[in-house]
């Protein structure tokens, strides 16, 4: 799964579970409430040689909404993403986190996924690891 399978995923959840709420992404902001996602970091742990556990952390902003409408949706946010995750089970939501709004930017809604990577190796590595004998060669 891809981080923009993810982006995917979580748009898809906003759409379903709050239709009144456009998603911006770029291009002319709306003039009314809206979600502003985006991928704010990206952690790879390594776990074995060619497996390493992924963390994307994604920022939804709920901007230009009253503080009340804000405070409600983060019980709502957090369903609806749970939601998503239960047709899903290459990836899991791990932690989600509130943090209500600055002046001049909404409140933040922000959501860590973990998946597991497995690493493809080039066909030059294993190659690398194949050793070949010329002919006439002798082992001892």
């Known amino acids: 799964m891809t981080v923009q399978q993810l982006r995917e995923n979580i748009t898809m959840a906003l759409v379903q579970?709050?239709?009144?709420v456009p998603v911006y992404v770029e291009g002319d902001k709306p003039q009314t409430a809206c979600f502003k996602?985006?991928?704010i970091s990206a952690t790879y742990d390594r776990q074995r040689e060619d497996r390493y556990m992924a963390v994307y952390r994604f920022g939804i902003r709920y901007e230009q909404g009253s503080p009340l409408e804000a405070e409600a949706m983060a019980?709502?946010?957090c369903?609806?993403?749970?939601?998503?995750?239960?047709?899903?089970?290459?990836?899991r939501v791990m932690r989600q986190?509130?943090?209500?709004?600055?002046?001049?930017?909404?409140?933040l809604f922000t959501v860590d996924y973990m998946l597991y990577l497995q690493r493809q190796k080039q066909p030059e590595e294993e190659a690398a690891l194949m050793g070949h004998f010329t002919e006439g060669a002798r082992l001892k």
Do not use: H, K, M, T
């Not at 369903?79 to 990836?91: D, I, K, S, V």
């Not at 986190?97 to 409140?107: A, F, H, L």
């Open 79 to 91: 369903e609806a993403l749970a939601a998503r995750e239960g047709g899903n089970p290459e990836f």
């Open 97 to 107: 986190s509130w943090v209500n709004g600055s002046e001049g930017q909404g409140p």
């Open 17 to 20: 579970f709050f239709p009144g």
């Open 75 to 77: 019980d709502g946010l």
């Open 37 to 39: 996602l985006g991928l």
